[in-house]
């Protein structure tokens, strides 16, 4: 669930809290105090492969991929597997991760994103595009409008609030209006689409038909806002009931309903399918898809609509209670997960253990609540796909589960079952090294103009295949499967196998420096070495950035 984390834990961490764990590595070490503000963590979100926090003096860290620049580190940083200092940006209250961007709220009221821009994130009327299809039928960026640094949203003040969707922003601000942007299809069009109304998702648009709101939470097709008369209206999808008005239909309404009978509510949530209300008196009340009921049911599947159980209004349900927060871990549909909080600061999980999400070893899955060991009094937790978060009452962030490009922080992409104190915050820390940078290509003499761009790692030049044959003016052909590519050009041959560090150049079993690797459609490959293989000659300026290959004509 794409929940933020407690205000009122928040300000209490901003206003008096003090010490953090100095931690790193895995499991569970002992903790010292440490008066660094920047070392205090008191809010973390997770998107598809990065995840950001931000320390009690406002700083900002983010950790995994950086790939559309979600990191906020520059473009010439492809990712870190611990926590890095973002720049330009300070005073920060807020952070939420969208599945690709990053959006931060500042002490001032203003809003600011980074990341990608394709469907219109930044909010200041400009998006990315995607190119035609190329040789291998993908498509890449061919207008790079993504923001590799934070940068104000324009126009946008006095604002209270943030919540990042999948691929748009919803912000409220102190007068409790509405404002919402992204979700633009401008970047992807297609055949009939209204571009006049496309256009108008690359700003901020006040939505009129909210009033006095006070918080909010969305995912997927589903939007629930928390007035500041502790009632709630939803929009969007009803299919397993999520409005919480008693039907349930198969399609998307724009109509705002208010929850009926529902008062006195302090937060909401929703992963899109569920909705949940904590209500003042410390009751939690569902609505939707009943949350611990959908083992073995996928509701992305038409098909499995009608057998998934339902709450067609708010229902205090058991097995929800005595919880202060309850967030999703989902990996797989079918096999659901949670994270769930106390007011006396445990943490307990519930369902599927395959990514570790659970915080405990030896368990495949475990389809009631159990208690995550080792952790110290928790203020917050933060749940992703896969994926748990924990931070300390004392500042310290704890993560465990799914650790794709490193989104956990502990320095590894190796998942763990057991919370993980994550250290590297403070002040002192440096950006990491830049571990690809792109690099124009000249052969024979000539500037070659390339749709995507070869890339310096580790000393070699790296870039498509297609593009480097294309390039080499050599024939390139696969075989039925694209397990093996050959690659011709004049008397040379050369044999290439996906994944594979061996290949054969002109009859001859050679080494490659480094596997021809697939990636979008394509393969991964040196071209500095290729060209060599091809009886040529290759020379990198690295100061200038240029690699240079002389080919025989």
């Not at 601000?173 to 509405?178: F, P, Q, R, V």
Request: no cysteine; net charge positive; aromatic share 8%.
């Amino acid at each position: 669930m794409r929940n933020r984390l407690n205000k009122a834990v928040k300000r209490v961490a901003l206003l008096g809290l003090a010490g953090v764990l100095a931690l790193a590595g895995e499991g569970i070490k002992a903790a010292s105090a440490a008066p660094d503000d920047s070392k205090f963590i008191v809010d973390v979100a997770f998107g598809n492969y990065h995840s950001v926090a931000v320390a009690k003096d406002g700083t900002v860290w983010s950790w995994g991929s950086n790939g559309l620049g979600q990191l906020g580190l520059g473009k010439g940083i492809t990712g870190s597997q611990v926590p890095a200092k973002v720049n330009g940006i300070d005073h920060v209250i807020d952070v939420d991760a969208g599945s690709f961007y990053t959006a931060a709220l500042r002490d001032d009221g203003t809003v600011w994103v980074w990341g990608s821009n394709m469907d219109g994130q930044l909010g200041d009327g400009t998006y990315s595009s995607l190119g035609p299809p190329d040789s291998t039928g993908g498509r890449r960026i061919a207008d790079d409008r993504n923001a590799y640094k934070p940068q104000v949203v324009p126009q946008l003040n006095n604002i209270a609030g943030i919540s990042a969707m999948g691929r748009g922003i919803v912000a409220w601000d102190k007068e409790g209006s509405l404002w919402r942007w992204g979700e633009s299809l401008m970047g992807n069009p297609y055949s009939g689409m209204s571009e006049e109304h496309e256009k108008l998702k690359l700003t901020p648009s006040r939505n009129e038909a909210f009033a006095n709101v006070k918080s909010v939470a969305s995912e997927d097709s589903v939007f629930a806002a928390l007035t500041g008369d502790g009632t709630v209206t939803m929009t969007g999808s009803n299919v397993f009931g999520q409005l919480g008005n008693g039907e349930r239909d198969y399609s998307y309404s724009s109509a705002t309903v208010q929850v009926p009978g529902l008062a006195n509510v302090s937060r909401v949530d929703t992963n899109g399918r569920t909705a949940i209300a904590y209500l003042r008196n410390g009751q939690v009340l569902q609505w939707g898809q009943s949350l611990l009921e959908s083992k073995g049911l996928n509701p992305t599947d038409s098909a499995a609509y009608d057998r998934i159980p339902v709450n067609l209004v708010p229902e205090a349900t058991k097995e929800l209670q005595g919880f202060s927060d309850i967030q999703g871990t989902i990996f797989r549909f079918t096999e659901p997960s949670f994270l769930a909080l106390k007011p006396d600061g445990t943490v307990w999980t519930h369902g599927d253990n395959s990514q570790g999400q659970l915080g405990v070893s030896g368990v495949k899955e475990r389809y009631s609540w159990g208690r995550v060991n080792g952790l110290p009094a928790i203020a917050a937790i933060k749940g992703g796909g896969g994926t748990s978060a924990a931070i300390g009452k004392d500042g310290s962030l704890w993560t465990w589960g799914w650790n794709a490009n490193g989104r956990l922080g502990d320095g590894s992409t190796t998942k763990r079952f057991a919370p993980v104190a994550i250290g590297g915050f403070g002040s002192s820390i440096a950006q990491p090294a830049a571990e690809m940078t792109a690099i124009e290509l000249k052969v024979n003499g000539k500037l070659v103009s390339l749709s995507v761009k070869p890339e310096l790692n580790k000393g070699m030049v790296v870039m498509p295949l297609s593009q480097s044959a294309k390039a080499f003016g050599a024939k390139l052909t696969w075989d039925k499967n694209k397990q093996t590519a050959t690659v011709v050009l004049g008397k040379n041959k050369v044999i290439l196998k996906k994944n594979n560090a061996q290949g054969t150049v002109n009859g001859k079993a050679v080494k490659l420096p480094v596997a021809a690797q697939e990636k979008a459609g394509d393969w991964l490959v040196s071209a500095d070495w290729l060209a060599k293989q091809l009886g040529g000659t290759a020379k990198l300026d690295s100061g200038k950035r240029v690699l240079t290959i002389t080919l025989p004509k």
